[in-house]
């Protein structure tokens, strides 16, 4: 009997130990189990809470014109975080852990597309450098940015095959083709992630937008898209499914109507496919308002219908609109929501938080501005990215790169001192005033050996054409002349669609106006998608495509024209001779009548091919070897290439593997790209490029559930402008 006191004594003990540190907050606890401990104390109000996402801070994106500053509920899933200071940050999230009865920290997203305050070269010029290395680490100096600023979460990669130029939206992408997309994919979401997401400086990343969304019609941003189910296995899904391999975080559902059932209450997408096929345990957040968006497209009578259709379909996080919060305690005492749906959301959204740590961790480190943004280092980082996505379309007579010899340098047009457009659409956190401009960039690189004669030539658009003199001037008492010209920011990016892709009349003027001076002239182009070319392609000696480059624009491109930097990119979007020409890619499908069937008023070539891109070097592909012509499905075919740098200047060349699938039960494209690999090359230098054949990865094909089909018989590797059969037999 005297033990009892003692047996109570150690109970209290034990029992306010646990009170003080229960199950969710202990870090020693498996992740899932903290969760269980957590939903079972959470009450209807707090579930819904996790449920949503608002906005602090400036918005500056006319899409989202609801921004409102509101007072945080500490009990809010995330905010949408549009502020650089980790103090402000700081401050919300102790209001989180500290005002909210359970604690639970709150995730803080943005759009880190192309860099935070470092700006990139957009993602579609980025995809031009082939090197994927490259790109993952400018992931992880945007993360690392980006967390130091108070992120724990980017809206990015965005992995949306993109295939039609006048859609704004193609800038945001990595180009044309699947599996390009796809490796970007996983390289932006292991620069993000880093190897653990509860460490310093990693964020979450996420993959958007779920899916099919670059397919509006005609190009207009926010239309219908009509995706077949072959198409969207074979095209659309399979850079969602690598980035989910790779172990993204999370998902962003598009806004588009896919195919009768909009993406963001797709089902189908969103649960079978994602969920239940591949196993995704993070969670989706919607677009901007693409739940109640769902009332626009039709396919929901009201808010209510819309957030249950969006819920029910597997939209966890509804971005903006606070319609979950609004609806969904009501939904599920009408029992049309189901609490295990609830609580599986939660689970999901709080899956996240503790892979980020933010349980332990919730604050992230207070420093100044300069230690943390811009370092030297990153800089570098940018200046090489911007260098390697540029791409040389054209370099006739080799007017580049401008040697010494040339005592006069004229550089004209609208670009020179540019520094907004120069960052291209969605910078984040970017500013006009960090950037290099080009001529700044070409002051430093030219200025102690030659004269320069600037002049602005003309506007971006209208019809003023009293510069063109100055212009004419300053050429003409030039040796070569260098034009840039090209689009604004806000030609692409989001809302964005063009009817054309050409450059503006007053653009091409003076392109022509130039050309008739009969001076070496180089055109310069920064655009966030292809152009249309077909009436000044043939103007210029030198056509470079610089994109829009960022941070270190007028370094990089100064360091191209000088030859201080080699381009090495190629295209991994299609420049067509015509708008009228869309859509145009590289793996299209077989025609019926052979070499018939195009438009009779252009080349049927496109002007720039996929892939295309000129260096400074010249490189010699050797004849292809294959380790043998015949395999079965569990073998491998080893194929070699060798390449040599056949000139006097040291360069890198990217070998593009593709592989052609002649017959098949469902038809195929003409040719699939599926490795390819990028090397530096000495002057002189030779190097073998390799590329094993996996069968189950290389030739296999989806129909139209996703199943993966193999069948045996002929396949033809091409690479360069080889072609050689091989066979697969059963
Ligand atoms: C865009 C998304 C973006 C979101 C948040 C939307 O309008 O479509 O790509 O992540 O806004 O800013």
């Given at each position: 009997m005297k033990k009892l006191p003692l047996l109570f004594f150690t109970l209290f003990i034990l029992s306010s130990t646990f009170a003080q540190n229960p199950v969710y907050k202990d870090?020693?606890?498996?992740i899932e189990e903290r969760i269980d401990d957590l939903i079972s104390r959470m009450t209807l109000e707090e579930k819904v809470m996790q449920t949503n996402q608002w906005t602090y801070g400036k918005n500056s994106?006319?899409?989202?014109?609801?921004?409102r500053m509101r007072?945080?509920?500490?009990?809010?899933?995330?905010l949408l975080y549009r502020a650089t200071f980790p103090q402000a940050r700081n401050q919300i999230q102790k209001k989180a852990i500290e005002d909210s009865r359970l604690g639970i920290p709150i995730i803080f997203g943005f759009d880190v597309i192309h860099g935070y305050r470092t700006v990139f070269p957009t993602p579609l010029a980025q995809s031009c450098s082939w090197n994927t290395a490259l790109v993952k680490e400018s992931c992880r100096i945007s993360a690392k940015e980006a967390w130091l600023a108070g992120?724990?979460?980017?809206?990015?990669?965005?992995?949306?095959?993109?295939?039609?130029?006048?859609?704004?939206?193609?800038?945001e992408g990595y180009g044309e083709d699947p599996y390009l997309n796809s490796v970007f994919c996983v390289a932006a979401v292991e620069g993000y992630q880093?190897?653990?997401?509860?460490?310093?400086?990693t964020i979450a990343a996420c993959l958007k937008h779920?899916?099919?969304?670059?397919?509006?019609e005609g190009g207009k941003d926010y239309h219908y898209t009509d995706v077949s189910d072959q198409t969207l296995w074979e095209t659309f899904l399979p850079p969602f499914e690598a980035g989910v391999k790779a172990g993204v975080a999370t998902l962003m559902s598009g806004f588009n109507d896919l195919t009768g059932i909009p993406a963001s209450a797709n089902h189908y997408t969103?649960?079978?496919?994602?969920?239940?096929?591949?196993?995704?345990?993070g969670f989706v957040i919607s677009d901007w308002a693409s739940i109640r968006n769902l009332t626009n497209q039709g396919y929901a009578k009201d808010r209510k219908e819309a957030g249950l259709k969006a819920f029910m379909a597997g939209v966890e996080m509804d971005m903006m609109d606070n319609i979950y919060v609004e609806n969904l305690p009501q939904l599920i005492k009408e029992g049309k929501v189901p609490m295990e749906r609830i609580d599986d959301a939660v689970r999901r959204i709080l899956r996240i938080k503790y892979r980020l740590g933010l349980f332990e961790q919730p604050y992230v480190d207070e420093l100044t501005e300069e230690e943390r943004f811009l370092l030297p280092e990153y800089l570098e980082v940018a200046e090489q990215l911007a260098s390697e996505s540029m791409v040389l379309l054209k370099n006739d007579n080799q007017t580049?790169?401008?040697?010494?010899?040339?005592?006069s340098i004229a550089f004209i047009g609208?670009?020179?001192?540019?520094?907004?457009?120069?960052?291209?659409?969605?910078?984040?956190?970017?500013?006009?005033?960090d950037v290099y401009t080009i001529i700044e960039g070409v002051k430093a690189e030219f200025g102690d050996n030659a004269t320069l004669n600037f002049a602005?030539?003309?506007?971006?658009?209208?019809?003023?054409?009293?510069?063109f003199a100055e212009a004419r001037k300053a050429a003409l008492a030039s040796d070569v002349v260098v034009l840039l010209m090209g689009e604004k920011k806000?030609?692409?990016?989001?809302?964005?669609?063009?009817s054309s892709i050409s450059l503006p009349a007053i653009q091409e003027q003076l392109i022509a106006e130039m050309d008739k001076l009969g001076k070496p002239f180089v055109l310069v182009l920064s655009s966030g998608r292809p152009l249309?070319?077909?009436?000044?392609?043939?103007?210029?000696?030198a056509i470079l495509?610089?994109?829009?480059?960022?941070?270190?624009a007028g370094p990089a491109l100064a360091g191209i024209l000088s030859g201080k930097y080699n381009p090495s990119g190629k295209l991994t979007i299609t420049f067509p001779q015509?708008?009228?020409?869309?859509?145009?890619?590289?793996n299209a499908r077989p025609t019926a009548?052979?070499?018939?069937?195009?438009?009779?008023?252009?080349?049927?070539?496109?002007?720039?091919?996929?892939g295309h891109g000129l260096s400074y070097s010249s490189f010699k592909y050797g004849e292809v070897k294959l380790s043998t012509e015949k395999i079965s499905k569990d073998e491998k075919l080893t194929v070699e290439i060798e390449v040599t740098n056949n000139s006097e200047v040291d360069g890198s060349e990217t070998v593009l593997w593709f592989i052609s699938d002649p017959f098949a039960s469902i038809t195929r494209p003409i040719k699939e790209l599926k490795y390819f690999e990028k090397k530096s090359l000495k002057a002189g230098e030779k190097s073998i490029y390799t590329f094993e054949i996996d069968p189950m990865r290389d030739l296999i094909y989806p129909n139209s559930k996703g199943d993966k089909i193999l069948e045996a018989g002929d396949f033809y590797l091409m690479v360069n402008d080889q072609k050689v059969k091989f066979e697969l037999v059963d």
């Open positions: 870090k020693n606890a498996p994106n006319p899409n989202n014109i609801e921004d007072e945080v509920n500490p009990m809010i899933g995330s992120c724990d979460w980017t809206f990015s990669p965005m992995i949306d095959v993109a295939r039609n130029p006048r859609w704004g939206r193609v800038v880093g190897k653990d997401l509860s460490e310093k400086y779920y899916v099919g969304y670059s397919m509006s969103l649960t079978e496919i994602l969920k239940e096929k591949w196993g995704h345990d580049l790169p401008i040697t010494s010899n040339n005592k609208p670009l020179l001192s540019d520094s907004v457009n120069m960052m291209g659409s969605w910078e984040g956190m970017g500013k006009a005033k602005a030539g003309c506007e971006f658009d209208g019809s003023d054409t009293t510069s806000g030609w692409s990016g989001e809302n964005s669609s063009r249309e070319l077909i009436r000044i392609n043939s103007l210029p000696d495509e610089m994109w829009q480059p960022g941070t270190m015509t708008v009228g020409q869309i859509p145009m890619h590289y009548v052979k070499g018939l069937g195009y438009f009779q008023d252009v080349p049927k070539e496109p002007m720039y091919a996929f």
